[in-house]
């Protein structure tokens, strides 16, 4: 064998390995993060959540919560969701691990347009399109979790309980947050027939206006599960 024939296969080698370890990086958790944009939110609620998310990726405990774990970095990626096949991803998978990579997500967040101006509410659909994501995604994590967050309870078929029980038993963890407002008793419903998996809990926010505090709290809690369980 000549010797650009060996340089040739050591270089194919190398690429291919590089590529390789590229498309397996190890994390610490894979997140999606599932916006409701359905025709119940309007314009200002919709700021209010991707802005709330954006000031909680600036916030000082969530790239401390992130680099606390085994790899200090996450992967995450934010979703809008709304009736049935109306599922979009607005910003595609990111590392976040330092100052630099949270600040740049936080900034696509709050620059995220919105996808669909209506829709109806349908629930196991962003977790069916999720979860489709999370199966996907270009990493190797101990944790999957999809973050759905929405303001009313599914209201086309099928219900979410299927789509539920299918992530879990792909290892995917599904956790709520329900924006209560007038629709009494949502968390209880997502407690019933949305979250599930290992740790799967559901942070309840009042209005749109706790919706900055409560997407925090949540944030803290999936992304630092071993340290608070």
């Known amino acids: 064998m000549s010797r650009l024939m060996v340089v040739a296969g050591a270089a194919i080698a190398l690429t291919s390995t590089s590529l390789n370890v590229r498309s397996t990086m190890n994390v610490d958790l894979v997140l999606v993060l599932a916006l409701d944009v359905s025709a119940s939110v309007d314009r200002r609620e919709f700021d209010l959540q991707k802005n709330g998310l954006a ?3 600036r916030h000082r405990s969530v790239l401390e919560a992130i680099q606390r774990g085994q790899n200090k970095r996450i992967a995450v990626t934010a979703v809008q969701w709304s009736g049935y096949q109306d ?3 607005s910003i595609p998978w990111q590392v976040v691990g330092d ?3 949270a600040a740049t997500f936080a ?3 709050s620059n ?3 996808r669909h101006p209506d829709g109806f509410t349908h629930i196991a659909g962003a977790i069916q399109f999720s979860m489709r994501l999370v199966r996907s995604a270009p990493f190797t994590a101990g944790r999957q979790v999809i973050d759905v967050s929405g303001d009313g309870s599914n ?3 099928p219900p ?4 539920r029980d299918a992530a879990v038993g792909t290892g995917i963890t599904v956790n709520g947050l329900a924006i209560v407002g007038e629709a009494v008793g949502l968390d209880e419903y997502y407690r019933a027939n949305v979250i599930g998996g290992p740790g799967a809990f559901v942070i309840r926010a009042l209005n749109y206006d706790d919706y900055d505090e409560a997407i925090l709290l949540k944030l803290l809690r999936e992304i630092s599960f071993k340290f608070i369980l």
Do not use: C, D, T, Y
């Open 155 to 157: 209201n086309v078929h």
């Open 160 to 163: 979410p309980q299927a789509a």
């Open 55 to 57: 000031e909680a990726f």
């Open 99 to 101: 100052a630099s990579s």
């Open 112 to 114: 995220m347009p919105r």
């Open 87 to 89: 599922q979009f991803v």
């Open 107 to 109: 900034e696509r967040l």
